[in-house]
């Protein structure tokens, strides 16, 4: 393995990825209920659909970037299209994805409908983190992406 050969995008993207695998376990979105019954219940990452995905994209950048530090190469992709490119897409997904959980909360069972109980929606951690590191996810894709522009077939290849 050779971390020589990870830019500032790649160790953008693998930190980022890292913190977000870590902190998907800890408490993300939580529901608390008052009434004649008192009860909380709180879940991580991996409950909620959207969470889920963002942990997965991050995962899968995280291989990509390690494809790379293990010093084999990803394949062309030809045209205008780059694999900075796929990275920042990816990176702003899982953002996107993390932050609409953020704003939208869990979902109240449909069960509780009815009921003289008063539930709220809670942010937990983890979900907070999750949001700044899927942030840094996109950054780590957009450095990748400035890194890619860069680099022309014309320049030459940089001094060892």
């Known amino acids: 393995m050779d971390l020589n050969k990870l830019t500032m995008g790649d160790r953008v993207i693998a930190i980022s990825g890292?913190?977000?695998l870590i902190f998907s376990f800890f408490d993300w979105l939580g529901l608390e209920a008052s009434?004649?019954?008192?009860a909380?219940?709180?879940g991580n990452a991996w409950d909620f659909t959207l969470c889920l995905f963002a942990v997965l994209i991050g995962i899968a950048m995280v291989v990509l970037v390690a494809v790379k530090a293990f010093g084999a190469a990803l394949p062309?992709?030809?045209g205008s299209a780059s694999w900075g490119?796929?990275?920042l897409v990816?990176?702003?997904v899982a953002f996107l994805f993390v932050l609409i959980k953020l704003i939208a909360g869990p979902n109240i069972p449909s069960e509780l409908d009815g009921l003289p109980i008063d539930i709220s929606k809670t942010r937990e951690f983890g979900i907070f983190v999750g949001?700044?590191?899927t942030a840094g996810l996109a950054v780590g894709g957009y450095l990748k992406l400035q890194e890619d522009k860069g680099a022309s077939p014309a320049s030459p290849p940089p001094a060892a």
């Open 18 to 20: 890292i913190v977000l």
């Open 35 to 38: 009434g004649p019954i008192e």
């Open 40 to 42: 909380s219940a709180t």
């Open 76 to 78: 062309d992709l030809g």
């Open 85 to 87: 490119l796929i990275l």
């Open 90 to 92: 990816m990176g702003a």
């Open 131 to 133: 949001l700044v590191a």
